[in-house]
């Protein structure tokens, strides 16, 4: 790296004695406000370097770090440029450590300024320093020191404000927690709720004892100068995606004081005295108290409409419905039970914290930024499942109507609230941009709330927004200091010796911001259409597909002979919303579908698949899924050979959830292609790839191993049971090694944090995401098997494969597994998942419509005929219809030839018992089920008797 040149004339003086450089630091800042000539050629004469080692000789000296502070303040408020030759000094290690002497509060409060500053340009560098284990505990020091003073509330909002810059990472997340600053959070926000006078009076006198008791637990309330919004938005970052982090948010001892949770209550009438001592209930003891909460009553009245059950009476099946593909790229949130209906009586322990309607009452009588936080916190909470079920009226009544009104261009003009402090978050984004990103959370999902949203015009809103975020900001140029000036124009981004550019590292701060508000507005613009038409029409004729085109282009970075450079395109973020956008308009199947034809969504999708980003590559490949169904008037375009061979690659990745998709994307490809096209996927992927796919138990994969990475198989744990497949001895079309997005060695990186990777780059899967692989490859082969050249394609796979095998792998996948427990009588038998039986049983469907020789080699294999029939008392209605389908593919005449090797299968299926468990099916509860058993034994019984 090229020295600094050491500074000159006034800068030489800070080495005199303590009192000097005191004064000459005052004079340098004073020297460099407001003018940027003079800060670069401090930078080019050694300031910083300069500056550190004074820091380390200067004994803590108060002073000393103000002013060093604040010149750090005014050289990171000049952008990237300025701020990235910090990291060549360990100036900003200094500073944090120093934090941890217990200094006074001013000089505290201008520390944290600084690192805020800083924070703006460096977030990812700043937040490794900050959350050290060395260094983690000074945000809890900092908040727990909070007094009356105004200083010391200053500090905690500071510092507040430095997390939620700084705060990405998951595994910072959960150091944080454990240090106990979400516990110091919390009672900072109880301390709001007691100074507002809201703690809830208690129900009966013994528990006004019980307050007396514990009102000295209370916390201290906050003072009127004191601000709620640097908490709420702290609280939404830690609890972000997390259930585990926030049920203890939920749970913190705090809020049972300021907000305790109030039990039915009942009349002393209702109570009775038994003979033994023991008092008990009535028979007609109703409860006094019918709500959780007391702001229930000081929130507006929403009926609650029970669609699903009549009465208040539960559904008659207790079988659930199976989960959908989600419709959206914004994280899953943890699955949880069911919650019992209304009307059904719920244990004490799933009462609902008082924090809930809290939360909603502030939103209701909130403006601003305060409103939109406490929403934004509310979201979080409901997209976990930790709000009751019978809140979500309350949400589409109240909260989205609230949220889109945020979205109008004129919101933020209305806002008059006196408590109001400011119209900018932590992040620097004004409010009324964090709108969309916490509406398109809340909504995703529920087609009523989407309803709501659609009528109150969010579209309308939305669409404008994304074309304002284009029209104000297209481009980011700036200069940037260097040791060295460049002499020579460069397509690449601008180094740093020693340093890890990511490109999202640099934008600036505004056009971070811009990105973040785009990225929203495409994220509720995907999650308010993903069901009806009718939305996506109007997302289309509001003009929005044009600008959701443009979102597809990554950011792309020149850098000029100048010693400029200039950012353009989008961050990875921005791509991905706008491809879950793409998705949700590609399911259109009326007019829509010719404006997406004319807007050529298909090549940016095609681009985007070869990006160095794993995840834009997943949602690209998730988008082409959708460009590759039947019907799709753009499955010609994605169905060229440079995109199967694409495909195929992803399908051998090390990524499950790469694999998963592209695996699905094939799978629509293939269906009712030519056979040209069916027998390139097969090469490519390589038989005897897939059947080692298939043929291997997930329950078999050991720990942190990818299958079909590797050129081995996988021996079966349980040792009781036999394997039924043997190493195929043509391995040489299977993939030995990772892709290259496990390799991230470069110099520059996407803008995702590695946390943000994790998914997708390791190699530790699940047995769940190995199960729905294996699905979907099953898939795969059942959409090869049907069609026109369905029995080619038969012949051709299995005799790759080898029949035997092939055919004892169907039988494997359906039998039942012995799982192994502690002792060998323990042990226990579970049936194969469903998922699997119902995918296996469609491939023998399709295997049994196509050439007699496949016919009688399924009919006279016994052994699997004897385990399909097992089947035909399954709970799922699919898989007896499929049982009789079979059946019937085996015995159904094609000409008049056939009719002889017909009753000779016929046969075969009645000496297994098939007969019998036919006439069963044609009293089944479901009508499909009964008629084609009917066909079945109307087939069978002609033939026997002929």
């Given amino acids: 790296m ?5 500074p000159t004339s006034t800068f030489l003086l800070l080495l005199t004695d303590n009192p000097s450089r005191i004064a000459h630091l005052k004079k340098i800042k004073h020297d460099l406000t407001g003018h940027v000539s003079r ?14 080692d004074l820091l380390q000789s200067s004994q803590n000296n108060d002073q000393v770090y103000s002013h060093a502070a604040q010149i750090l303040a005014l050289l990171a408020h000049e952008g990237l440029h300025f701020a990235y030759p910090l990291l060549d000094t360990n100036i900003l290690l200094i500073l944090i450590s120093y934090l941890h002497t217990s200094p006074p509060l001013k000089t505290t409060l201008t520390v944290l300024r600084a690192l805020v500053a800083i924070a703006q340009h460096i977030p990812l560098h700043l937040a490794t320093l900050l959350y050290a284990d060395a260094h983690i505990h000074c945000f809890t020091s900092i908040l727990d020191a909070a007094s009356t003073e105004l200083v010391s509330h200053q500090a905690c909002d500071a510092a507040l404000t430095l997390l939620c810059k700084t705060l990405t990472l998951e595994q910072h997340k ?7 600053l979400l516990a110091s959070i919390c009672t900072r926000l109880a301390s709001f709720v007691v100074a507002q006078g809201l703690v809830p009076p ?11 008791q514990s009102s000295q637990d209370l916390p201290e309330p ?3 100068f004191a601000h709620l919004s640097p908490v709420l938005e702290s609280l939404s970052i830690l609890i972000q995606g997390s259930k585990s982090r926030a049920k203890l948010f939920l749970a913190n001892p705090a809020f049972e004081l300021a907000l305790p949770i109030l039990r039915d209550d009942f009349s002393p009438s209702d109570i009775r005295r038994g003979p033994w001592g023991i008092n008990y209930f009535s028979g007609t003891a109703v409860p006094q108290v019918l709500v959780t909460s007391p702001f229930d009553s000081l929130l507006p009245f929403v009926p609650v409409s029970n669609k699903n059950n009549h009465a208040g009476f539960p559904p008659l099946s207790s079988v659930q419905p199976v989960p959908k593909r989600r419709t959206s790229f914004i994280p899953a949130s943890t699955p949880e039970l069911p919650q019992l209906p209304l009307g059904q009586v719920v244990s004490e322990d799933e009462q609902e914290p008082s924090l809930i309607p809290w939360l909603l009452y502030t939103l209701r009588e909130s403006r601003g930024k305060r409103r939109l936080l406490a929403a934004k916190l509310l979201v979080h909470l409901y997209s976990l499942n930790l709000v009751k079920q019978f809140r979500t009226a309350t949400f589409a009544s109240l909260v989205v109507p609230l949220l889109v009104r945020m979205l109008e261009a004129g919101y933020a003009r209305m806002d008059d609230s006196p408590h109001s402090t400011g119209s900018l978050l932590c992040s620097g984004l004004h409010y009324t941009r964090a709108v969309p990103a916490v509406l398109a959370m809340l909504i995703m999902d529920d087609p009523e709330m989407q309803r709501v949203a659609v009528e109150g015009k969010a579209i309308a809103s939305l669409a404008t927004g994304l074309r304002l975020s284009f029209e104000t900001l297209t481009t980011d140029t700036a200069g940037h200091w260097h040791p060295r000036q460049s002499h020579t124009a460069d397509t690449k981004p601008p180094q740093w010796p020693g340093k890890t550019v990511r490109l999202n590292d640099l934008a600036s701060c505004v056009m971070r911001q811009e990105m973040e508000f785009r990225t929203g507005c495409l994220q509720a613009i995907g999650a308010i259409a993903p069901f009806n038409d009718d939305y996506r029409k109007e997302i289309c004729d509001q003009g929005a597909l044009k600008y959701i085109m443009s979102a597809l282009e990554p950011y792309e970075v020149q850098t000029a002979s100048d010693g400029k450079f200039a950012l353009y395109g989008n961050s990875a973020a921005v791509v991905l919303a706008a491809c879950g956008a793409v998705r949700v308009l590609t399911r259109s199947v009326q007019a829509l579908r010719t404006k997406l034809v004319e807007a050529e969504v298909a090549k940016p999708i095609i681009q985007l698949m070869s990006s160095s980003d794993p995840e834009v590559r997943i949602a690209a490949t998730m988008v082409l899924a959708n460009l ?10 994605v169905s060229e050979s440079t995109v199967v061979k694409k495909l195929c690659e992803q399908a051998h990745s090390a990524s499950a959830r790469l694999r998963l998709e592209s695996l699905w994307a094939l799978k629509q490809l293939v269906l009712n292609a030519n056979k040209k096209l069916k027998q390139e996927v097969v090469d490519e992927l390589g038989s005897s790839w897939m059947k080692l796919l298939i043929k291997t138990d997930p329950v078999d994969i050991p720990d942190g191993e990818v299958i079909g990475l590797v050129e081995r198989d996988y021996p079966p744990l349980n040792v009781y049971r036999t394997p039924t497949a043997q190493r195929s001895t043509n391995s040489s079309d299977i993939i030995m090694g990772h892709d290259s997005d496990t390799e ?10 590695s946390s943000d990777l994790i998914g997708s780059l390791s190699v530790r899967h699940t047995v769940e995401d190995d199960l729905e692989i294996q699905a979907q490859l099953l898939d795969l082969l059942r959409n090869l098997f049907c069609g026109e050249n369905a029995s080619d394609l038969v012949r051709y796979i299995l005799d790759e494969m080898g029949s035997e095998d092939f055919f004892k792998i169907m039988l ?8 192994p427990g502690p002792t060998r009588k323990e042990n226990y038998t579970a049936p194969a998942p469903t998922v699997i039986v119902t995918r296996v049983l469609y491939i023998i469907v399709h295997v049994a419509a196509c050439e007699p020789r496949w016919r009688n080699v399924i009919a006279y294999n016994h052994a699997l005929m004897k385990q399909i029939l097992t089947f035909t008392s399954h709970t799922d209605r699919e898989i007896r219809a499929q049982c009789c389908w079979i059946a019937i593919n085996l015995t159904y005449e094609d000409d008049a030839s056939d009719g002889l090797a017909c009753r000779h299968r016929a046969l075969e299926l009645q000496k297994v018992g098939f007969v019998l468990s036919l006439r069963k099916l044609e009293g089944d509860p479901d009508l499909n089920v009964r008629e084609r058993a009917k066909s079945a034994i109307h087939l069978m019984t002609k033939l026997i008797a002929s």
């Fill in 2 to 6: 090229a020295s600094m040149k050491r």
């Fill in 39 to 52: 800060k670069a050629d401090a930078l080019n004469n050694g300031l910083i370097p300069l500056i550190a």
């Fill in 174 to 180: 959960r150091a944080l927690v454990d240090s106990g």
């Fill in 202 to 212: 208690p129900p009966s006198p013994e528990a006004i004892h019980h307050q007396i």
């Fill in 222 to 224: 906050a003072p009127s």
């Fill in 628 to 637: 590759a169904i039947d019907f799709s008037p753009m499955k010609d375009g």
């Fill in 744 to 753: 991230p060695d470069v110099a520059i990186e996407s803008d995702h944090s």
């Fill in 812 to 819: 494997d996948r359906l039998r039942p597994r012995t799982q």
